[in-house]
């Protein structure tokens, strides 16, 4: 009776755990630009592989600092092509893993409708008092919105009108409260399935600030964890590209 | 060392801790006064208003805050029709925020030093034909000063220290609403770990040195 109760007993929980054999958990750092998308390809790639992607999102800065000081993550999807490539050199994540997962679009958006014209004229006007962008010393978006000011050759007369978020989201935050007429945003924060979610906004040409490429590196810790592994090859399927290109990355 | 960014961070951040000091010490005797004294059915939520700040995350205060302040918002409204503008990205935006955000640091010192004056020197007082005004001033605030000090520490230290707040609603502008928490973040955020520390150190020395003055001055403020 005894034992026959201890049998089943072991096969239930057999049975429970039998699953996790398989599925794994793959803890990822994300770049707070890429939010949006990741969330939905994370919930495919569950659907898809049975493993778990556990998200967290910030900036790429912190996220350095974290990895360095022995933050649980398995996978670092950055905002840059710099920081995972210090990481790999640095022998905190794995050589020859790294990739680019997207290159981001910046924006001129504004949350006011017809407010911010096709051709962003309206930074030649400046009629707006606040000119929100992201952290150019932190992040790529706001170095790329620098870059592209100075080519049109307005940075001198637009800086004294800068409000500066620490990361994109926090600058998406400053414009879509209004508090900021306009502002620089990753075109992925006001754009889904092809096309703008509100507001008025100048897709910013890429000739005008180099290419932000981001990429993907399997850290030290994930490279034995095979969520980590199928999450990298996930990434590079057309299932997750399509949505990547949903939200205006290129890849 | 630090760099004059970092200079002017410092400066500014206790130009913003004794401005918001000042006025908290204006705003919240009248405040401590009335719920020290109150019978009132509304002392509960006075007091729980104003007690908020302590355990609201500051991204909760600096997220409505910014919506409240902003051009939309209720209090943004206020100020455009008064001709001031939006106060989010601006030093008064910022004074604002953190007079909300220390309010308690300061209300509830002067409020327990209050309650500890009781009745009976304010009946004497009123004995000896001395006015409501001319009471406050000659007994009240000279037994009321322990309180006064712990508050006016507090709430000066407390605004020194904000960060999420100031993060949320400044705009990192310099000379402007770029403090020197937000400068160290800053820096810890561009990996320049050696200017983060000279201001991370400098910041713990200063708020241990502000603790320890207060506590050997003034021993009884603790149970503030």
């Known amino acids: 009776m005894h034992t026959r109760f201890a049998t089943s007993l072991t096969v239930l929980l057999l049975a429970l755990t039998f699953p996790a054999a398989f599925a794994a958990e793959v803890q990822v750092a994300v770049a707070a630009n890429f939010t949006a998308p990741m969330q939905r390809i994370a919930a495919d790639f569950e659907q898809a592989t049975g493993h778990q992607a556990k998200l967290a999102f910030g900036s790429t800065g912190k996220f350095y600092a974290q990895i360095k000081n022995g933050a649980p993550f398995d996978v670092l999807l950055a905002a840059d092509d710099e920081t995972p490539a210090k990481l790999e050199r640095e022998g905190d994540a794995v050589a020859s893993s790294r990739f680019t997962y997207s290159i981001g679009r910046l924006a001129l958006w504004s949350a006011k409708p017809g407010y911010v014209d096709a051709q962003g004229a309206v930074l030649k006007q400046g009629t707006f008092k606040h000119l929100a962008l992201a952290n150019p010393k932190l992040a790529p978006y706001g170095a790329a919105a620098v870059e592209t000011l100075n080519k049109l050759g307005l940075l001198a007369a637009l800086q004294p009108k800068f409000v500066q978020g620490e990361n994109i989201a926090q600058t998406f935050q400053f414009v879509s409260t209004g508090n900021a007429e306009l502002g620089f945003v990753a075109l992925s924060q006001v754009f889904e399935g092809g096309k703008l979610k509100r507001g008025s906004a100048w897709i910013v040409p890429p000739g005008l600030h180099a290419p932000i490429r981001q990429d993907a590196v399997v850290l030290a810790r994930g490279k034995d964890n095979p969520a980590a592994l199928a999450l990298m090859k996930y990434m590079k399927e057309d299932k997750a590209r399509a949505i990547i290109k949903a939200y205006g990355y290129e890849y | ?224």
């Open chain 2, 1 to 224: 060392m630090l760099s004059d960014t970092d200079w002017s961070a410092i400066r500014l951040t206790l130009e913003l801790a004794s401005v918001t000091t000042l006025l908290l010490l204006v705003i919240g005797t009248p405040i401590a006064w009335w719920l020290a004294r109150t019978r009132s059915a509304w002392k509960g939520a006075v007091g729980a208003v104003v007690a908020l700040p302590i355990v609201l995350p500051p991204t909760v205060i600096g997220f409505y805050l910014l919506v409240a302040m902003g051009p939309e918002g209720p209090v943004g409204r206020l100020t455009q029709s008064l001709g001031l503008g939006v106060l989010p990205f601006t030093f008064a935006g910022l004074v604002v925020a953190s007079v909300f955000y220390s309010l308690p640091f300061v209300v509830q010192p002067i409020q327990n030093a209050f309650e500890a004056i009781g009745e009976r020197p304010l009946e004497a007082a009123a004995t000896l034909r001395a006015s409501p005004l001319d009471t406050f001033f000659s007994v009240v605030l000279p037994l009321a000063r322990p309180g006064y000090l712990t508050a006016s520490v507090l709430g000066f230290a407390h605004t020194v220290g904000e960060f999420g707040v100031v993060l949320m609603i400044g705009g990192n502008i310099p000379d402007k609403t770029r403090v020197v928490s937000v400068q160290i973040y800053d820096h810890v955020e561009a990996l320049e770990y050696a200017q983060a520390h000279w201001l991370a150190a400098g910041m713990v020395a200063f708020s241990f040195v502000v603790l320890l003055l207060l506590y050997t001055l003034n021993p009884t403020g603790r149970r503030a």
